[in-house]
């Protein structure tokens, strides 16, 4: 396995912070069978990949082996968000047989976190993450970490989290505060259950402290 450094460019923020611990907390108490969890959205740019990145720093930094896979095959973002410079390998370069496990697995120098990036973008990415060799690549990893937490691309613009969510023990739903309409969020969360993925619950993202009066109050 290679190793990598990568750089969390990210102010620190302790209502933030609070929120992902909570969540971190919630997942655990989820049962020991949920391991292989995807998180999804239903528009792009509402934060899931910022969740996600503290939700596997956070289980990492108590110990749990953490496997962040970013399955976004059509728009991967963490190579530039994490400052990463080298030429690394995908998911995308592993499904089209162009690399092996060893290849796109990197260690990181979060503690007991690792990461796959997600590759070149793929011309048939809902094609690629429905074949078998994915279903059982998730099987064989699941063996080694404690969590596998899967980005996917938003549910409510195209249907490769519902294709994932057929390979993974357990869903999240993140929604933006204030800007997604409640059927799309309803449209949305249907396609998910159709996948036969267990949805663990949702994630409201972006809130405005300072604006809501229960968490000002609280705080």
Known sequence: MKKITLTDKRKSNYY???????????????????????VTSCYPNEGK??????????????????????????????????????????????????ANVNDII??????????????????????????NVFQVFLKKVREYYSYILIDTPPIGTVIDAAVIGRCCDGAIFLIESGSVRYKDAQKAMS???????????????KIDSKSDKYYSSYY
Do not use: H, W
């Open 16 to 38: 933030y912070n609070e929120a992902i611990k909570t969540l971190r907390t919630n997942i655990q108490l989820s049962g020991q069978s949920i391991k292989t969890i995807l």
């Open 49 to 98: 990949s910022d969740v996600i990145l503290s939700l596997a720093q956070e289980l990492g930094s108590i110990g749990k082996k953490v496997l962040l896979l970013d399955a976004d095959i059509r728009k991967t973002a963490y190579v530039g968000r994490l400052g990463v410079e080298e030429e690394v390998k995908g998911l995308s370069e592993f499904l089209s047989g162009q």
């Open 106 to 131: 990197y260690e990181t120098n979060f503690p007991n976190m690792d990461i796959i990036f997600g590759g070149p973008t793929a011309p048939n990415p809902s094609g690629l993450l429905s074949e």
């Open 191 to 205: 396609q998910l259950e159709r996948s036969g993925c267990q949805i663990l619950g949702a994630v409201m993202n």
